[in-house]
């Protein structure tokens, strides 16, 4: 299929499932699929901050979106999808990858599970709308809200490059 085809289809997102749920994230944020073996789990962290693992050498931290999101959350079975904004990246807990697609442009976004803030909007797959999740906005919430001690976190692969 041509550039050209993929443009006129619509956006091109990389879909994933959490906690029963299809999401979405902008193909332009989305760095690689990932297996997490090792992490580190951090005393006193963020309660939607699972841990932190090595990604060729850079530290990057692996967030449980299902918790921003207000919605039940999963044991994390070590399936994440690596997504980067701000010059940030973020390894995102999912169920599973479900690929990359193009989709028709949706409608404004919808609050669900009180998740306003994470959503960009939202995507159209068939009859079923798919919310796409604000990335830039992820990884602002591991910098704005303070963890219940003075632990410094360490920050994901390019904090402080610009």
Known sequence: MSTSALDQAGTLACLFEMGGRVFAVEITQAREVRAVEHYTVVPLGL???IGMTSLR???IPIVDLLHLLGLPTCAYTGQSLVVEALGVRVAIAVDRVL?????EEG???VLVGGAMEFERGHLRRGDVMIPVIDV??????????????????PMGAGE???
Do not use: F, K, N
């Open 47 to 49: 309660p939607h901050l």
């Open 57 to 59: 050498g850079a530290i």
């Open 99 to 103: 690929g990359v697609e193009a989709l």
């Open 107 to 109: 409608a404004d976004p």
């Open 136 to 153: 830039a906005r992820v990884v602002e919430s591991l910098s704005r809200q303070q963890a219940p001690s003075s632990v410094e976190m």
């Open 160 to 162: 402080g490059e610009g």
